[in-house]
């Protein structure tokens, strides 16, 4: 009996309490390593391996990475989403809105310095288009100076 990429996953999602890494990493759209690596930084438990056996995931590993990837998009580092994750009972909400309130400030200010940059580099290529002939291009210029 030939099966189809679909049947394959219909087998996997039947599965969600009993996932190895390989399942696991295509449930929550991410790489092997990247698994390891959460498991190392403690963000992932690894599940106790069974005499000669293989780790099984659940559906909590799935949603925990799927947090992580989420928090990480929001610019959280992965010392922050360990935080956070420690406080993801829900009882700690003023906890972990402390530590959004400190990455939006931080987001701000990135943002500030990235505005400053596009001004400056808005400034060199306007200069960069007027210039003509044997002249020094403002932009190598600029960063000759500096």
């Not at 394959?8 to 690596?37: C, K, P, S």
């Not at 963000?43 to 992580?68: E, S, W």
């Not at 829900?90 to 809105?97: D, L, N, P, S, V």
């Not at 310095?113 to 200069?127: D, F, K, S």
């Amino acid at each position: 009996m030939v099966r189809s990429q679909q049947d394959f996953e219909e087998v996997e999602n039947m599965h969600h309490q009993d996932m190895t890494i390989g399942m696991l990493a295509r449930q929550a759209g991410v790489n092997l390593e990247t698994i390891r690596y959460y498991q190392r930084r403690g963000l992932l438990t690894a599940p106790a391996k069974p005499l000669g056996g293989i780790r099984r995931y659940t559906d909590i590993d799935v949603t925990r990475i799927k947090f992580i990837k989420r928090a990480q998009h929001l610019g959280f580092t992965l010392e922050e989403v360990g935080a956070l994750l420690k406080l993801e009972d829900g009882a700690h909400c003023t906890e972990a809105r402390s530590i959004a309130v400190e990455k939006l400030a931080d987001v701000k200010k990135r943002l500030e310095g990235l505005r400053g940059i596009e001004q400056t580099l808005q400034t060199l290529v306007t200069e960069c288009a007027t210039q003509k002939g044997n002249v020094c291009c403002p932009l190598i210029a600029s960063l000759l100076e500096n």
